[in-house]
């Protein structure tokens, strides 16, 4: 079945650090890649997506490219700032899926 | 566009207790999915709604958990005879469309059962 998985935390950096979480799925046909983040005492939201191989999504500075032939959704940033602080969910849809697998999450905390 | 809503926020109950949570999606959005989440653990699918007819359920949404949308707006999932294996984190999502891609989640509803 589809599966996602994710790096292990947590994760602690100094401000302005580089920041790749690794994330690597399982799944049939072509699914639909995301990473949602989870700040604290809110609701996750989803940061960024793609939809078919070699897409890039981005947004607020982070980025991540669908690798289909490392099947990979890697997550990167070049310069964290403490506002980055929370957990990150890397997930995928399956083809025709109804619904989003997703990996463990990531806590990341970044400090001044 | 208030976002996804959900309610209770917390909810503490004792073992074979049943308890209802509601969620209001995003307005315009006609569908409308339930996921729970464990400590240290990504969300897991329990089910979904287009409009008013539940259309996918999962595996783990045992016999004791049933979910509504009655007229195709908020959604209530009911767990009876609550266990402790229960507690966990309850969230709603909504989308628009057969567009599964962006689903907004809500704060989400924290269940303790003691």
């Known amino acids: 079945g589809d599966s996602v998985t994710q790096m292990e935390g947590p994760v602690t950096l100094s401000e302005e650090a580089f920041l790749t979480i690794n994330c690597t799925y399982t799944?049939?046909?072509?699914?639909?890649l995301f990473w949602y983040v989870q700040y604290p005492g809110e609701g996750l939201q989803l940061l960024l997506k793609?939809?078919?191989?070699?897409d890039k999504g981005s947004n607020k500075g982070f980025e991540a490219t669908y690798r289909k032939e490392t099947t990979s959704f890697h997550l990167e940033k070049g310069s964290v700032q403490v506002s980055d602080s929370a957990v990150y969910f890397c997930a995928l849809s399956g083809t025709g899926a109804n619904n989003l697998f997703f990996g463990t999450g990531t806590r990341l905390t970044v400090i001044p | 566009d208030t976002g996804v809503s959900q309610d209770p926020r917390h909810k503490i109950t004792k073992r074979g207790q049943n308890v209802t949570f509601r969620c209001d999606p995003i307005?315009?959005?006609?569908?409308l999915y339930w996921y729970r989440q464990t400590l240290g653990q990504g969300p897991e699918f329990l089910t979904y709604f287009q409009n008013e007819a539940q259309l996918e359920k999962s595996r783990l949404l045992s016999d004791r958990f049933s979910a509504e949308r009655p007229k195709g707006s908020f959604s209530t999932l009911e767990i009876q005879r609550t266990e402790q294996g229960d507690s966990a984190m309850y969230l709603c999502a909504s989308s628009l469309g057969t567009n599964t891609y962006e689903q907004y989640f809500g704060p989400g509803t924290r269940l303790t059962v003691t």
């Open positions: 793609a939809t078919k191989a070699d």
């Open positions: 799944a049939t046909g072509y699914p639909s």
């Open positions: 307005s315009e959005h006609n569908r």
